[in-house]
């Protein structure tokens, strides 16, 4: 089955540097690499996602990559601010939904 | 509109008890999770359940676990027999599987279960 790791585990960046996290995915099938972000005591939610047709998408100050040849996609957060200190999963999707999630990225960025 | 809603929001029970932890989609929804998050940790998948078809249980840990979905609405996940390492938090998601099978899941507030 689908195995998602995750990487760094803790990141610590400096206001208005840039943050990156590393995911990679063993399952050759998946086709479909979502983000969420984890707010301290709160749900996840959404904040990008990629297909395997597409290897790069940006949204303001976060872009995912996607290397579907070396297995491995990435989250890129940049001009980092306070509000974005939260836990990042990563996560790969098979072509049947189901979806496994990396480990998580807590993030602090510190003024 | 409504967002995932689940009850009860904490659960306390002695071990070697059965649980119900229940899980109310976002209306038209399809596509049900259920995922279990240890203190700290990463969202663990356990099983979904989309339309009709016959449910991916292939993430529930023994068969002490179990889950339905009753007229492609409501969930409940059962946990016979409860052991401390049980003990987490038990959130639900739902998708619509939308155009292009993007599958964006909203995912309720949880269940935080606590095995004494």
């Known amino acids: 089955g689908e195995n998602v790791e995750q990487h760094p585990s803790t990141l610590s960046v400096q206001e208005g540097d840039s943050a990156v996290i590393k995911c990679t995915y063993s399952?050759?099938?998946?086709?479909?690499f979502p983000w969420y972000k984890q707010e301290l005591g709160k749900r996840p939610q959404l904040i990008i996602d990629?297909?395997?047709?597409?290897g790069e998408k940006k949204d303001q100050r976060i872009a995912v990559t996607l290397n579907k040849t070396a297995k491995h996609f990435s989250l890129h957060i940049t001009e980092t601010q306070p509000e974005d200190s939260a836990v990042y999963f990563c996560a790969a999707e098979d072509g049947g939904f189901k979806t496994i999630f990396g480990a998580g990225t807590r993030l602090f960025v510190k003024a | 509109g409504a967002g995932v809603s689940q009850s009860p929001s904490n659960k306390v029970t002695e071990k070697g008890k059965d649980v119900e932890l229940r899980c109310d989609p976002i209306?038209?929804?399809?596509?049900l999770y259920w995922y279990r998050q240890s203190l700290g940790q990463g969202l663990e998948f356990l099983i979904y359940f989309q339309g009709n078809s016959a449910p991916d249980k292939s993430g529930l840990p023994s068969d002490r676990f179990s889950a339905e979905r009753t007229g492609g609405s409501v969930s409940t996940l059962t946990i016979q027999r409860t052991q401390q390492e049980d003990s987490a938090v038990y959130l639900c998601a739902s998708s619509p599987l939308g155009a292009g099978g993007l599958n964006e899941q909203f995912f309720g507030p949880g269940t935080r279960l606590t095995v004494l």
């Open positions: 399952d050759s099938a998946s086709n479909y």
């Open positions: 990629i297909r395997s047709n597409v």
């Open positions: 209306s038209g929804h399809t596509a």
